[in-house]
């Protein structure tokens, strides 16, 4: 049988940016605060992982304003849903492997 | 490479991140047994407005076009409305602090815009048939557009919420058989089933 562990994807081994990716996969678009909430983690944190993704294009931003506030809201992009499918059958693939 | 545990740990972690992203978990079920205890008091109230002392038949010929009847009627059930509110957003906005999340997510935000668009529609729909006369239909449009609109909400909260919004239309159509007993639908559709459906909900996620 073949390595399942080399179809894994680097970039979404680390826990952060897989929980990211999995918020962004259930709701099309997030805000920035809403993701800080949900994954509870520091402002610094999040942001260099968001901007890990968005290098890879697999995220997209944009930014708005709410009134004076600057909203940033990020989108999944259609590589990014492809790899984080990849990445998921990978996981379950390892898991099992294992077993 | 990773110890296998933290793998597993990767799948149910998507998991969690799914569901807590996407679901609005705050809602209370306490606040949907005191909705149903206000639209039971309020449908009491309009009982003695409407009906009293004439029997339910007859109402469309005696009492509703007594001038003065409708706007009292309307008053009524806006004080239900703003109390059901208002216990849902103080018990759910408890239930929330509880949690330690806040009340206002995406997913809450999501639940409402979902709803308000059936809401809203019926809502004037329902205005205009009071104005223009058809009275006998209102309670069951009443139940049958807060079912669509429960049913729009229910992807983003509890799976219960939607079984609730199947038994409002189906009650809403079998009261549009039945016009002149629309009272009676209308309280056991806004009182009867939020009793039951929030001591479920009570029962199975705030204990």
Known sequence: ?99 | MKPIQEYEKDIASIRTMMERSSKFISLSGLSGVLAGIYALAGAVAAYYIVHYPVSPDPYLTYSITEPGVLTKLIIIATAVLIASVSAGLWLSHQKAKKHGIKLWSPASRAVLINMAIPLISGGIFILIMLYTGHFGLAAPACLIFYGIALIQGSSNTYDEVRYLGFCEIALGLISAVFPAYGLIFWSFGFGVLHIIYGSILYNKYDK
């Open chain 1, 1 to 99: 049988m073949k390595n399942p562990f080399e179809h894994l994807d680097k970039m979404l081994e680390h826990r952060v940016r897989l929980q990211i990716m999995s918020v962004l996969i259930t709701n099309n678009i997030y805000d920035f605060n809403g993701l800080k909430e949900i994954l509870d983690v520091t402002d610094g944190n999040l942001a260099s992982h968001i901007k890990a993704l968005e290098k890879e294009k697999y995220v997209s931003v944009s930014k708005s304003f709410l009134g004076r506030k600057p909203n940033t809201k990020y989108k999944i992009t259609e590589r990014g849903r492809n790899a984080f499918k990849k990445h998921l059958d990978a996981l379950e693939a390892v898991v099992k492997h294992v077993k």
